[in-house]
Each structure stands twice: as structure tokens, then as C-alpha cells.
């Protein structure tokens, strides 16, 4: 049975850094492509980032780029998101997703599975 289980997350203020984890119990997780989504109240889940499990290579949504990196450690089965210059409008819960694609796709729909979320809160 895969799981993927999210932390890291809680309060900081604006302009503080925060590093989620996503921990992956897939046996073959060095072949899935693993993406981060968010989600604010009333609004829909939107990609974040992601990256690729052939290569290495990193995708970000243009709202977090120069802010967020996204890395990972296959021997661990573990993604990171590392949040720094946290804003207001980061706030949202945190989703991690394992996708069997060769690319980083930036739609919900091409993940496979998906964690429960941690909830990230970025006060002014």
C-alpha cells in the first residue's frame, strides 16, 4: 500500500523559511516524478513544483519561483520543499503527490498518489 506522509509545516511570519518533507512508502520511488500542491480555503489545488525522477530536473509554478527549491533523496524515499521569503498568500495546506511520468506535469491529474497535507500559515 503506498503512502506518502507530509511534515514540516506550521506558523512563521512573513519573510521566514520553512522545509517540508514528504516521506514515500513506494517501493520503486526513485521512478516517480513528485510534484508539491497547495491549497487555500475556497480555492483550488495549484502546483507549486515538482521534479522528475529520471534526471533530477525541477519544475516551479511562477509565484514560487526563486523562493521554493524542491529536491530529493531517492535512497530515503523522501521529497523536500524548501520555503524561504514566505509571504501571506503561501498560506495554504501542503500537498505532496507521486506521479509515473517521465515529465513534471503541473495538473492534479497526473499524480497517482497523494499525501494528507500539512498546513502552511505565513502571518504578516
Known amino acids: 500500500q503506498v503512502q506518502l506522509v507530509e511534515s514540516g509545516g506550521g506558523l512563521v511570519q512573513a519573510g521566514g523559511s520553512l522545509r517540508l518533507s514528504c516521506a514515500a512508502s513506494?517501493?520503486?520511488?526513485?521512478?516517480?516524478?513528485m510534484g508539491w500542491f497547495r491549497q487555500a480555503p475556497w480555492k483550488d489545488r495549484e502546483f507549486v513544483a515538482g521534479?522528475?525522477?529520471?534526471?533530477?530536473?525541477?519544475y516551479y509554478a511562477d509565484s514560487v519561483k526563486g523562493r521554493f527549491t524542491v529536491s530529493r533523496d531517492n535512497a530515503k524515499n523522501t521529497v523536500y520543499l524548501q520555503m524561504s521569503s514566505l509571504k501571506p498568500e503561501d498560506t495554504a495546506v501542503y500537498y505532496c503527490a507521486a506521479g509515473n511520468t517521465l515529465v513534471v506535469v503541473t495538473t492534479p491529474l497526473g499524480y497517482d498518489y497523494w499525501g494528507q497535507g500539512t498546513q502552511v500559515t505565513v502571518s504578516s
Open positions: 513506494i517501493r520503486t520511488f526513485s521512478r516517480y516524478t
Open positions: 521534479i522528475t525522477w529520471s534526471d533530477g530536473v525541477a
